[in-house]
């Protein structure tokens, strides 16, 4: 199938590998994946040399960032929130074994906030943002409208997809940090039904043990997240092929894709963190 | 039918030019050019690429090979970059309209005119907005939601948030497909009102042999990735070409001329 002119990049460099569409299709599963996310770096240099061109589209952006808070709060709270209870009365039990209950609201906190709020929260928003991403911009695709706004000479990655990814970078990390606060709540109520702790012990218990080391790092990756879950969703979106049914192809396969690459950038901060 | 354009420039030239999709061939050598202010009418079955052809003269689609020049620039060669400068030059309609389905009418006909690269004033962008819902005879639809219009409403939204911008070469991809008759002849007067008014020079696929009686100033017709036949109106509707006549004979009874 030919390209239309935007994804001439990625084309030409399959063309230049002698990679046709023929020969992708007779690769295995895990070599198409390593092509895909191939392409969606291809993509991302393209968006990225477009988010410093002339003329950021400030409103589209806040609309985006607001539609992503909106969209994923309500999941993220009830997410959060039971995670926290989950894990405090499941750890609850083994700490008592060891005389250890103390202990019980930093290790909550910790698992919360490094791995738990960060990984459930993308994964999440994988479904949800990803999505939507994918199903929004594949059926602008899939409707001649990115084509339109390329002839009347409005750049649509400018317009769709920089403000798009740039809202899921920023939001995520923001989102994350509400589900860790609301995974610290459910640890607290967990720790009322058995025992009787008062939230602000159990608040100083928990940071009492939280270093920098624990929250930085959770942090930082939670940017790439978004990262990650933005420009999969665009890019399925933006490369849908022709016919109603692509739009659904491009939403299902940008949360695969989203979310995998989630569960391999967490794997790779880990890593890191553990080298530094 | 109107006047036909005496002036002969050209404003765009196309040769030879060739694209496939996979093992098929769908342009296959196609030659032909757009005179300065004429309706260029392009007939040709389902599947022959004219809406192909239309995309590579915008370059959606790039062509495998060949050349065309719009107004002194060769756009299939061109550099994306400088893309722009021709596009703002050219106004197309799509067959399926391409409006944008989360803004209002109002914020369609923005979109182009606030991404030009000369900035225009607020008051500016919103007079034009409605001369142009004007000229398509619809003023009272500007406050709504593409998903609140009838097709045919939708076929003259697309058609005012292409003229917006004053473009010198209008390219229609089917634009009364679909309609009702009433509402058709009224997009064909619309599309010569706009060849009037605007000064521009125009190619419209159609289909539909009423439209192209009365937009037309010369016609051609495609097949086989090619031009098939060119010429003027009444050289299409009197020829012994079978398939020219398959166009033309069926809906001869109701040629105005005759009436
Ligand atoms: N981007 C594309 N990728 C693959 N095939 C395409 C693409 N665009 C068009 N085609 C194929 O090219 C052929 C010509 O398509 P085109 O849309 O130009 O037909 P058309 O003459 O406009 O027909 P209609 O009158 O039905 O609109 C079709 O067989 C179509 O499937
Ligand atoms: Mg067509």
Redesign the pocket.
Known sequence: ??K?ITKIKTYARRKTEGLTDETINRKNSFQKFLIDVADVFMFVATVFKNTFARGFEFKEFTKQCFQIGNKSLGLISVTGLIIGLVLTIQARPVLVDFGAVTMLPGMVTISIIREMGPVITALICAGKIGSSMGAEIGSMRVTEQIDAMEVSSANPIKFLIVPRILAATLMLPLLVLYADALGILGGWLAANIKGDVSFILFITQAFGDVEFGDLFPAIIKTFFFGLVIGMVGCYKGFNAG?GTESVGIAANSAVVMSSLLVIIVDLIAVQITDII | MIEAATNTENVIEIKDLRIG?GD?Q?LDGLTMELRKGENLVVL?K???????LIKCIVRL?KADSGMINIMGDEVNSMKYEELEDVRRKIGFLF?SGALYDSMTVRQNLEFPLKRMKEKISDEEIQTKIKEALENVGLPDAIDKMPSELSGGMRKRISLARTIIVDPAIMLYD?PTTGLDPVTSHEISLLINDIQKKYKTSSII?T?DIECARTVANRLIMLQEGKVYKEGKLDEFENTDDALVNSYFQSNNSRNPKEL
């Open positions: 199938m030919k239309p022709r | 999709f098929m769908v040709g389902s599947g022959t690429g004219k809406s192909v689609l067959q089917e696929i289909h």
